[in-house]
């Protein structure tokens, strides 16, 4: 993990064009190689950012006397996050060692481990392969297969918002690679969905699943019946 405080310039060049003005912030690189930017505000997210797959190269800046360095970083669709840093305050590097991962307390554990138990819920004949089946991004909640064999990312919150969707879609293009398990679909599943994550979900191909958590601990085990 790399950490620079600077005062610095932002252009997003992509799909659409984004500039953020010089000002301090903070750029944060990950050992995945995602670059993100803070601000002193603004809660949890960042102002801008690039996830991986992507590669940062770091060129000086142009005309005689200039002394900023302009970070791009580029993704594989061509993407580019151009920052230009012109005054660094402090730079600094740690090495944080592999994460445990989120352990997950109270109801959306309770959500994770009664749906694992009762996959079936889902659809007829789905299975459970994994519980927290781990990707280089995190954990994924429940890794299925569904009655046709197709293979399901489930994630599952207790609210479902648009940060959770977010979450999956991240998963699926990771997992989407993997020759073993793609084609890989989505089911995002939560005690209540926000209108505007369901939106996002369903025009993501993912589906969407309001589970009934009373009904779930009301449910007999399977693996407890004798026939």
């Not at 699926?172 to 005690?191: C, I, M, S, W």
Request: proline share 6%; charged share 25%; net charge negative.
């Amino acid at each position: 993990m790399r950490i620079v405080i600077a005062r610095c310039t932002v252009n997003y060049v992509g799909r659409l064009r984004a500039y953020l003005p010089a000002a301090d912030r903070v750029i944060m690189v990950k050992g995945d190689g995602s670059v993100l930017i803070h601000s002193d505000g603004g809660s949890y997210k960042p102002l801008n950012w690039m996830s991986p797959p992507c590669t940062t190269r770091i060129e000086p800046g142009v005309g005689a006397g200039n002394t900023d360095s302009i970070w791009v970083v580029e993704n594989k669709a061509g993407e580019q996050l151009q920052i230009t840093v012109h005054e660094i305050y402090l730079d600094t590097e740690h090495d944080l060692g592999v994460d445990p991962g989120l352990q997950k307390d109270g109801v959306e554990a309770q959500l994770q481990a009664l749906l694992a138990t009762h996959v079936g819920v889902l659809g007829p004949d789905w299975t459970l392969i994994r519980r927290e089946y781990p990707t280089a991004i995190g954990p994924v909640d429940l890794l299925c297969r569904d009655g046709t064999g197709v293979t399901v990312a489930v994630e599952i919150k207790r609210r479902g918002d648009i940060d959770g969707v977010e979450q999956l879609t991240r998963y699926l293009a990771l997992l989407n690679r993997d020759p073993l398990l793609a084609p890989v679909h989505g089911v995002f599943a939560a005690q209540e969905i926000k209108p505007q994550a369901r939106t996002l979900a369903e025009d993501r191909g993912i589906r969407c699943v309001v589970l009934d958590y009373e009904g779930l601990l009301g449910t007999a085990d399977p693996s407890l019946r004798l026939f």
